[in-house]
Protein backbone atom coordinates (compact mmCIF):
# COMPACT_ATOMS: atom_id res chain seq x y z
CA UNK A 1 0.00 0.00 0.00
CA UNK A 2 3.23 2.31 0.78
CA UNK A 3 4.48 2.07 -2.67
CA UNK A 4 1.44 1.46 -4.87
CA UNK A 5 -1.06 3.77 -5.33
CA UNK A 6 -4.18 3.85 -7.73
CA UNK A 7 -3.82 7.08 -9.77
CA UNK A 8 -7.32 8.78 -10.61
CA UNK A 9 -7.99 11.53 -13.19
CA UNK A 10 -7.62 15.45 -12.14
CA UNK A 11 -11.80 16.11 -12.49
CA UNK A 12 -12.38 13.01 -11.01
CA UNK A 13 -10.46 13.79 -7.67
CA UNK A 14 -11.80 17.64 -8.16
CA UNK A 15 -15.65 16.38 -8.34
CA UNK A 16 -14.53 14.49 -5.03
CA UNK A 17 -13.50 17.18 -3.06
CA UNK A 18 -16.66 19.01 -4.27
CA UNK A 19 -19.14 16.52 -3.87
CA UNK A 20 -18.10 17.09 0.27
CA UNK A 21 -17.94 20.59 -0.26
CA UNK A 22 -20.37 22.68 2.47
CA UNK A 23 -21.10 26.17 2.55
CA UNK A 24 -19.23 28.00 5.66
CA UNK A 25 -21.56 29.67 8.04
CA UNK A 26 -23.14 33.33 7.49
CA UNK A 27 -22.69 36.27 9.09
CA UNK A 28 -24.33 40.19 8.95
CA UNK A 29 -21.61 42.55 8.68
CA UNK A 30 -21.36 46.37 8.17
CA UNK A 31 -22.03 47.25 4.54
CA UNK A 32 -18.74 49.07 4.45
CA UNK A 33 -16.83 46.04 5.65
CA UNK A 34 -18.15 43.54 3.17
CA UNK A 35 -16.00 44.39 -0.05
CA UNK A 36 -14.84 41.14 -1.07
CA UNK A 37 -17.34 39.32 0.47
CA UNK A 38 -19.58 36.98 -1.11
CA UNK A 39 -22.75 37.22 -0.30
CA UNK A 40 -25.44 34.63 1.56
CA UNK A 41 -28.61 35.44 -0.29
CA UNK A 42 -29.93 37.35 -3.00
CA UNK A 43 -30.58 40.49 -2.97
CA UNK A 44 -34.24 42.05 -4.36
CA UNK A 45 -34.80 45.65 -4.94
CA UNK A 46 -36.65 46.95 -1.43
CA UNK A 47 -38.28 50.14 -3.28
CA UNK A 48 -38.58 51.57 -6.69
CA UNK A 49 -35.45 53.42 -8.22
CA UNK A 50 -36.38 56.02 -8.46
CA UNK A 51 -38.59 56.20 -5.65
CA UNK A 52 -40.40 59.30 -7.15
CA UNK A 53 -40.58 60.64 -10.44
CA UNK A 54 -37.74 63.42 -11.27
CA UNK A 55 -36.15 65.58 -13.28
CA UNK A 56 -32.81 64.12 -15.32
CA UNK A 57 -31.81 68.48 -15.62
CA UNK A 58 -31.93 71.58 -14.07
CA UNK A 59 -35.17 73.46 -15.87
CA UNK A 60 -38.52 74.22 -15.43
CA UNK A 61 -40.90 71.93 -14.66
CA UNK A 62 -44.00 72.43 -16.83
CA UNK A 63 -47.59 71.04 -18.26
CA UNK A 64 -46.63 69.95 -21.48
CA UNK A 65 -50.00 71.63 -22.74
CA UNK A 66 -49.03 74.84 -21.95
CA UNK A 67 -46.35 74.72 -24.52
CA UNK A 68 -48.08 74.49 -27.29
CA UNK A 69 -46.96 76.55 -30.41
CA UNK A 70 -43.68 77.77 -28.46
CA UNK A 71 -40.96 78.57 -30.33
CA UNK A 72 -37.83 80.52 -30.33
CA UNK A 73 -39.29 83.89 -31.67
CA UNK A 74 -42.45 82.91 -30.32
CA UNK A 75 -41.93 82.03 -26.94
CA UNK A 76 -44.64 81.01 -24.33
CA UNK A 77 -45.07 82.51 -21.11
CA UNK A 78 -45.09 81.08 -17.80
CA UNK A 79 -45.72 82.34 -14.32
CA UNK A 80 -42.92 81.02 -12.21
CA UNK A 81 -44.09 80.26 -8.65
CA UNK A 82 -41.33 78.24 -6.87
CA UNK A 83 -38.18 76.65 -6.83
CA UNK A 84 -37.72 72.85 -5.81
CA UNK A 85 -33.83 71.61 -5.18
CA UNK A 86 -33.01 68.42 -4.50
CA UNK A 87 -34.01 66.45 -1.85
CA UNK A 88 -37.30 69.26 -1.04
CA UNK A 89 -40.85 67.64 -0.96
CA UNK A 90 -42.82 70.26 -3.71
CA UNK A 91 -45.45 71.80 -1.36
CA UNK A 92 -47.43 73.21 -4.93
CA UNK A 93 -48.76 72.09 -8.12
CA UNK A 94 -48.72 73.07 -10.91
CA UNK A 95 -51.60 74.89 -12.21
CA UNK A 96 -52.88 75.72 -15.77
CA UNK A 97 -50.21 78.76 -17.06
CA UNK A 98 -47.53 78.05 -14.23
CA UNK A 99 -43.98 76.78 -13.98
CA UNK A 100 -41.35 75.84 -11.36
CA UNK A 101 -37.73 76.14 -11.45
CA UNK A 102 -36.22 72.46 -10.76
CA UNK A 103 -32.93 70.85 -10.46
CA UNK A 104 -31.16 67.73 -11.85
CA UNK A 105 -32.72 64.97 -9.65
CA UNK A 106 -35.19 66.84 -7.80
CA UNK A 107 -38.67 65.73 -7.17
CA UNK A 108 -41.09 66.66 -10.50
CA UNK A 109 -44.26 68.65 -8.78
CA UNK A 110 -47.56 67.36 -9.00
CA UNK A 111 -49.26 68.91 -11.99
CA UNK A 112 -46.09 68.97 -14.35
CA UNK A 113 -45.36 66.23 -16.55
CA UNK A 114 -42.44 67.61 -18.63
CA UNK A 115 -39.06 69.45 -17.71
CA UNK A 116 -37.64 72.27 -19.92
CA UNK A 117 -33.57 72.91 -19.52
CA UNK A 118 -33.35 76.26 -18.78
CA UNK A 119 -31.18 76.60 -22.21
CA UNK A 120 -34.05 76.41 -23.99
CA UNK A 121 -35.70 79.45 -21.56
CA UNK A 122 -35.71 82.73 -20.93
CA UNK A 123 -36.46 84.63 -17.37
CA UNK A 124 -38.03 87.85 -17.43
CA UNK A 125 -36.84 89.40 -14.02
CA UNK A 126 -37.53 92.88 -14.72
CA UNK A 127 -41.41 92.39 -14.83
CA UNK A 128 -43.29 92.11 -11.88
CA UNK A 129 -45.06 88.74 -12.20
CA UNK A 130 -42.01 86.80 -12.30
CA UNK A 131 -42.45 84.75 -15.76
CA UNK A 132 -40.41 82.69 -17.76
CA UNK A 133 -40.50 82.08 -21.78
CA UNK A 134 -40.45 78.48 -23.14
CA UNK A 135 -39.09 78.50 -26.67
CA UNK A 136 -39.73 74.95 -27.56
CA UNK A 137 -43.07 72.54 -27.59
CA UNK A 138 -42.88 70.04 -25.33
CA UNK A 139 -44.31 66.80 -25.01
CA UNK A 140 -46.15 64.62 -21.87
CA UNK A 141 -42.99 62.76 -19.78
CA UNK A 142 -39.99 64.82 -21.84
CA UNK A 143 -37.17 65.00 -19.65
CA UNK A 144 -38.83 62.73 -17.02
CA UNK A 145 -37.27 60.18 -14.95
CA UNK A 146 -40.28 58.00 -14.08
CA UNK A 147 -41.00 56.29 -10.39
CA UNK A 148 -39.74 52.69 -10.59
CA UNK A 149 -37.88 53.39 -14.60
CA UNK A 150 -34.87 52.08 -13.26
CA UNK A 151 -36.02 49.17 -11.05
CA UNK A 152 -38.88 47.96 -9.97
CA UNK A 153 -39.61 47.38 -6.08
CA UNK A 154 -39.14 43.52 -5.65
CA UNK A 155 -36.98 43.07 -8.76
CA UNK A 156 -33.71 40.32 -8.61
CA UNK A 157 -30.50 42.31 -8.47
CA UNK A 158 -27.74 40.05 -6.93
CA UNK A 159 -27.22 36.42 -6.78
CA UNK A 160 -26.31 34.72 -3.69
CA UNK A 161 -22.36 33.59 -4.16
CA UNK A 162 -21.73 36.69 -5.99
CA UNK A 163 -18.30 38.44 -4.74
CA UNK A 164 -19.57 42.37 -3.71
CA UNK A 165 -17.47 44.76 -5.61
CA UNK A 166 -18.03 48.35 -6.47
CA UNK A 167 -21.09 47.56 -8.47
CA UNK A 168 -22.73 45.19 -5.56
CA UNK A 169 -21.35 47.89 -3.17
CA UNK A 170 -23.64 50.49 -4.84
CA UNK A 171 -26.95 48.34 -5.15
CA UNK A 172 -26.87 47.18 -1.72
CA UNK A 173 -26.21 50.95 -0.59
CA UNK A 174 -29.09 52.42 -2.61
CA UNK A 175 -31.45 49.81 -1.36
CA UNK A 176 -30.84 50.08 2.44
CA UNK A 177 -28.18 46.84 3.18
CA UNK A 178 -26.92 48.69 5.70
CA UNK A 179 -25.26 45.39 7.01
CA UNK A 180 -24.80 42.56 4.96
CA UNK A 181 -25.45 38.68 4.87
CA UNK A 182 -22.27 37.00 4.33
CA UNK A 183 -20.51 33.78 4.01
CA UNK A 184 -17.99 33.24 7.12
CA UNK A 185 -14.26 33.57 5.70
CA UNK A 186 -13.02 29.74 5.82
CA UNK A 187 -9.75 29.36 7.91
CA UNK A 188 -7.04 27.35 6.49
CA UNK A 189 -4.36 25.98 8.81
CA UNK A 190 -0.92 25.48 7.18
CA UNK A 191 1.33 23.35 8.11
CA UNK A 192 5.14 22.69 6.09
CA UNK A 193 6.74 19.66 7.07
CA UNK A 194 10.27 18.48 6.59
CA UNK A 195 13.26 18.47 8.83
CA UNK A 196 15.08 20.75 6.47
CA UNK A 197 12.98 23.47 6.44
CA UNK A 198 14.16 26.61 8.46
CA UNK A 199 11.80 30.25 8.83
CA UNK A 200 12.50 32.87 6.89
CA UNK A 201 14.07 34.81 9.59
CA UNK A 202 16.35 31.83 10.59
CA UNK A 203 20.02 32.26 8.40
CA UNK A 204 20.73 29.79 6.28
CA UNK A 205 22.39 26.29 7.09
CA UNK A 206 24.08 23.89 5.36
CA UNK A 207 21.38 20.84 3.69
CA UNK A 208 18.47 23.21 4.82
CA UNK A 209 15.97 25.23 3.03
CA UNK A 210 13.99 28.12 4.53
CA UNK A 211 9.92 27.09 4.06
CA UNK A 212 8.59 28.88 0.98
CA UNK A 213 5.26 26.88 0.80
CA UNK A 214 3.31 28.25 3.79
CA UNK A 215 3.77 32.27 2.99
CA UNK A 216 2.83 31.17 -1.36
CA UNK A 217 0.12 28.75 0.09
CA UNK A 218 -1.02 31.42 2.77
CA UNK A 219 -1.30 33.86 -0.45
CA UNK A 220 -2.87 31.72 -2.37
CA UNK A 221 -5.37 30.74 0.04
CA UNK A 222 -6.41 34.68 0.78
CA UNK A 223 -6.78 35.44 -2.85
CA UNK A 224 -9.11 32.45 -2.65
CA UNK A 225 -11.36 34.07 -0.33
CA UNK A 226 -9.59 32.63 2.88
CA UNK A 227 -8.51 33.21 6.44
CA UNK A 228 -4.64 31.82 6.48
CA UNK A 229 -3.22 30.66 9.81
CA UNK A 230 0.37 29.61 9.59
CA UNK A 231 1.22 26.84 12.08
CA UNK A 232 5.20 26.78 11.41
CA UNK A 233 7.20 23.83 10.53
CA UNK A 234 7.50 20.19 11.63
CA UNK A 235 10.37 17.30 11.19
CA UNK A 236 9.63 14.54 9.75
CA UNK A 237 8.36 12.94 12.57
CA UNK A 238 4.62 10.89 12.34
CA UNK A 239 3.88 10.83 15.75
CA UNK A 240 4.35 14.73 16.36
CA UNK A 241 2.69 15.15 12.74
CA UNK A 242 -0.63 13.20 14.32
CA UNK A 243 -0.97 15.42 17.62
CA UNK A 244 -0.07 18.66 15.51
CA UNK A 245 -2.66 18.18 12.92
CA UNK A 246 -5.29 17.16 15.29
CA UNK A 247 -4.87 20.48 17.80
CA UNK A 248 -5.11 22.30 14.24
CA UNK A 249 -8.22 20.88 13.30
CA UNK A 250 -9.55 22.05 16.19
CA UNK A 251 -9.54 25.46 15.07
CA UNK A 252 -9.33 26.05 11.63
CA UNK A 253 -11.94 24.16 8.81
CA UNK A 254 -9.12 22.33 6.34
CA UNK A 255 -5.27 21.56 6.93
CA UNK A 256 -3.38 22.11 4.73
CA UNK A 257 0.64 20.45 4.74
CA UNK A 258 2.97 20.83 2.44
CA UNK A 259 5.86 17.99 1.92
CA UNK A 260 6.09 14.40 2.78
CA UNK A 261 3.43 12.48 1.04
CA UNK A 262 5.61 10.86 -1.47
CA UNK A 263 7.61 6.94 -0.53
CA UNK A 264 10.30 8.49 0.54
CA UNK A 265 11.68 7.05 3.55
CA UNK A 266 11.02 10.05 6.03
CA UNK A 267 7.51 10.71 3.96
CA UNK A 268 5.74 10.95 6.93
CA UNK A 269 1.91 11.99 5.93
CA UNK A 270 1.03 8.76 4.91
CA UNK A 271 1.82 7.47 8.21
CA UNK A 272 -0.22 10.19 9.71
CA UNK A 273 -3.32 9.52 7.28
CA UNK A 274 -3.17 5.70 8.85
CA UNK A 275 -2.64 6.60 12.46
CA UNK A 276 -5.90 9.13 11.74
CA UNK A 277 -7.84 6.95 10.08
CA UNK A 278 -8.51 9.23 7.66
CA UNK A 279 -11.38 8.96 4.89
CA UNK A 280 -8.76 8.91 1.76
CA UNK A 281 -10.16 11.03 -1.05
CA UNK A 282 -7.33 10.27 -3.57
CA UNK A 283 -3.31 9.72 -2.81
CA UNK A 284 -2.35 9.66 -6.20
CA UNK A 285 -3.57 11.19 -9.47
CA UNK A 286 -2.81 11.11 -12.87
CA UNK A 287 -0.77 14.50 -13.12
CA UNK A 288 2.39 15.95 -13.34
CA UNK A 289 3.97 18.07 -11.00
CA UNK A 290 2.33 16.29 -8.10
CA UNK A 291 0.97 12.99 -8.60
CA UNK A 292 1.65 11.96 -4.97
CA UNK A 293 -0.90 15.44 -4.07
CA UNK A 294 -3.92 13.98 -1.41
CA UNK A 295 -6.64 14.77 0.16
CA UNK A 296 -8.64 12.97 3.05
CA UNK A 297 -11.81 13.86 5.44
CA UNK A 298 -11.21 13.58 8.86
CA UNK A 299 -14.61 13.91 10.07
CA UNK A 300 -16.47 16.47 8.68
CA UNK A 301 -13.24 18.21 7.86
CA UNK A 302 -10.96 18.37 5.17
CA UNK A 303 -6.33 17.85 5.09
CA UNK A 304 -4.93 18.00 2.28
CA UNK A 305 -1.00 16.88 1.64
CA UNK A 306 0.30 19.07 -1.09
CA UNK A 307 3.38 17.88 -2.49
CA UNK A 308 6.91 20.03 -1.06
CA UNK A 309 7.83 20.75 -4.11
CA UNK A 310 7.33 24.40 -4.22
CA UNK A 311 5.68 24.24 -8.01
CA UNK A 312 3.66 20.99 -7.63
CA UNK A 313 2.05 22.39 -3.58
CA UNK A 314 1.13 25.55 -6.24
CA UNK A 315 -0.53 23.56 -8.70
CA UNK A 316 -2.08 21.23 -5.90
CA UNK A 317 -2.99 24.83 -4.53
CA UNK A 318 -4.74 26.12 -7.45
CA UNK A 319 -6.15 22.69 -8.58
CA UNK A 320 -7.82 21.15 -5.34
CA UNK A 321 -8.05 23.78 -3.06
CA UNK A 322 -9.22 26.79 -4.78
CA UNK A 323 -12.33 25.09 -6.00
CA UNK A 324 -13.30 23.96 -2.55
CA UNK A 325 -12.51 27.50 -0.86
CA UNK A 326 -14.79 28.84 -3.95
CA UNK A 327 -17.63 26.59 -3.24
CA UNK A 328 -18.06 27.15 0.35
CA UNK A 329 -18.16 30.55 0.19
CA UNK A 330 -21.02 30.30 -2.77
CA UNK A 331 -19.01 30.89 -5.56
CA UNK A 332 -20.98 29.66 -8.97
CA UNK A 333 -18.11 29.09 -10.55
CA UNK A 334 -15.23 27.05 -8.38
CA UNK A 335 -12.80 26.16 -11.17
CA UNK A 336 -9.87 28.70 -12.60
CA UNK A 337 -11.23 29.77 -16.02
CA UNK A 338 -10.42 27.91 -19.31
CA UNK A 339 -8.87 29.65 -22.47
CA UNK A 340 -7.96 28.65 -25.39
CA UNK A 341 -4.44 29.45 -26.64
CA UNK A 342 -1.23 28.47 -29.12
CA UNK A 343 1.72 27.33 -27.67
CA UNK A 344 4.60 29.60 -27.78
CA UNK A 345 7.19 26.79 -27.96
CA UNK A 346 7.36 22.98 -28.62
CA UNK A 347 6.73 21.06 -25.80
CA UNK A 348 7.23 17.17 -27.44
CA UNK A 349 8.32 15.32 -23.94
CA UNK A 350 5.66 12.82 -23.89
CA UNK A 351 4.25 11.83 -20.47
CA UNK A 352 1.39 9.26 -19.61
CA UNK A 353 -0.02 12.07 -17.28
CA UNK A 354 -1.65 14.88 -18.34
CA UNK A 355 0.59 18.39 -17.03
CA UNK A 356 -0.19 20.94 -16.02
CA UNK A 357 3.12 23.46 -16.78
CA UNK A 358 3.35 26.80 -14.67
CA UNK A 359 2.95 29.48 -18.05
CA UNK A 360 2.71 32.72 -18.72
CA UNK A 361 0.22 33.96 -21.22
CA UNK A 362 0.32 36.94 -23.79
CA UNK A 363 -1.51 38.62 -26.68
CA UNK A 364 0.45 38.64 -30.00
CA UNK A 365 -0.63 39.66 -32.89
CA UNK A 366 -4.75 39.26 -31.89
CA UNK A 367 -3.57 35.35 -30.39
CA UNK A 368 -3.52 34.27 -26.93
CA UNK A 369 -0.21 32.21 -26.89
CA UNK A 370 0.79 30.70 -23.75
CA UNK A 371 4.52 29.79 -22.95
CA UNK A 372 5.76 27.88 -19.73
CA UNK A 373 7.40 30.29 -17.03
CA UNK A 374 11.02 28.21 -17.66
CA UNK A 375 12.36 24.49 -16.88
CA UNK A 376 9.39 22.50 -16.11
CA UNK A 377 10.62 21.35 -12.89
CA UNK A 378 8.54 21.05 -9.92
CA UNK A 379 11.25 22.22 -7.16
CA UNK A 380 11.75 25.47 -8.80
CA UNK A 381 10.64 28.51 -6.90
CA UNK A 382 11.95 31.32 -8.47
CA UNK A 383 9.83 31.50 -11.52
CA UNK A 384 6.14 31.10 -9.61
CA UNK A 385 6.18 34.86 -9.79
CA UNK A 386 5.84 35.17 -13.26
CA UNK A 387 2.80 32.10 -14.12
CA UNK A 388 -0.41 33.86 -14.66
CA UNK A 389 -1.75 30.55 -16.15
CA UNK A 390 -1.20 26.67 -16.05
CA UNK A 391 -0.80 25.24 -19.08
CA UNK A 392 -2.38 22.10 -19.84
CA UNK A 393 -0.71 19.51 -21.53
CA UNK A 394 -3.02 16.28 -22.11
CA UNK A 395 -1.51 12.51 -21.19
CA UNK A 396 0.17 10.03 -23.66
CA UNK A 397 0.51 11.12 -27.30
CA UNK A 398 3.52 12.83 -28.94
CA UNK A 399 3.06 16.63 -26.97
CA UNK A 400 2.50 19.20 -28.93
CA UNK A 401 4.21 21.42 -31.00
CA UNK A 402 4.90 24.94 -31.25
CA UNK A 403 1.68 26.72 -32.41
CA UNK A 404 -1.07 24.50 -31.90
CA UNK A 405 -3.83 24.89 -29.71
CA UNK A 406 -3.70 23.92 -25.90
CA UNK A 407 -6.25 24.98 -23.04
CA UNK A 408 -5.04 26.75 -20.27
CA UNK A 409 -6.58 27.73 -16.72
CA UNK A 410 -5.93 31.34 -15.65
CA UNK A 411 -4.67 32.82 -12.99
CA UNK A 412 -5.46 35.59 -10.47
CA UNK A 413 -1.83 36.66 -10.24
CA UNK A 414 1.23 36.38 -11.96
CA UNK A 415 2.75 38.09 -15.27
CA UNK A 416 0.76 41.32 -15.93
CA UNK A 417 -0.06 41.93 -12.62
CA UNK A 418 1.84 44.66 -10.77
P1 LIG B 1 8.79 16.31 -0.05
O1 LIG B 1 7.46 16.48 -0.69
O2 LIG B 1 8.77 16.37 1.44
O3 LIG B 1 9.45 15.06 -0.55
O4 LIG B 1 9.69 17.50 -0.51
C1 LIG B 1 10.04 17.65 -1.86
C2 LIG B 1 11.01 18.79 -2.04
O5 LIG B 1 10.41 19.99 -1.66
C3 LIG B 1 12.25 18.67 -1.19
O6 LIG B 1 13.36 19.12 -1.93
C4 LIG B 1 11.99 19.58 -0.03
O7 LIG B 1 13.15 20.09 0.56
C5 LIG B 1 11.17 20.67 -0.69
N1 LIG B 1 10.27 21.28 0.28
C6 LIG B 1 9.51 20.61 1.15
N2 LIG B 1 8.79 21.45 1.92
C7 LIG B 1 9.11 22.70 1.51
C8 LIG B 1 8.70 23.98 1.91
N3 LIG B 1 7.80 24.15 2.89
N4 LIG B 1 9.22 25.05 1.27
C9 LIG B 1 10.12 24.88 0.28
N5 LIG B 1 10.53 23.69 -0.15
C10 LIG B 1 10.05 22.59 0.45
MG1 LIG C 1 9.98 16.10 3.00
Redo the contacts with the bound molecule.
Sequence with gaps: MRFYREPIQVADAQEKILSYAEKTKTETIPLIDSEGRRLAQDIYATCDVPHFTKSPYDGFAVRAEDTNGAAVQSPVQLEIIGTIACGDEPAFSIGQGQAARIMTGAALPEGADCVIMFEMTSENEAKAEHTVGIKKEMAPGENVILQGEETKEGAFLIQEGKRIGPGEMAILATFGYASVPVYRLPRIGILA????LLSPEEPLRYGKIRNSNSYMTASQVRQAGGIPVLYGNLE?NAERAVEKVLSILRDVDIVITS??V?V?D???MVEVFKRLEVDLLFNKLSMRPGSVTSAARYYNQFIFGLS?NPGACFVGFELFVRPLLHAMQGKQNVRLPEMEAAIGVDMKKPSSFARYIRGVWKQEKGRIVAYPVGPDKSGVVTNIADANCLICVPAGGRGISQGEPVTILTLPYGAGGE
Design positions: TGSEDGGSGFDIG
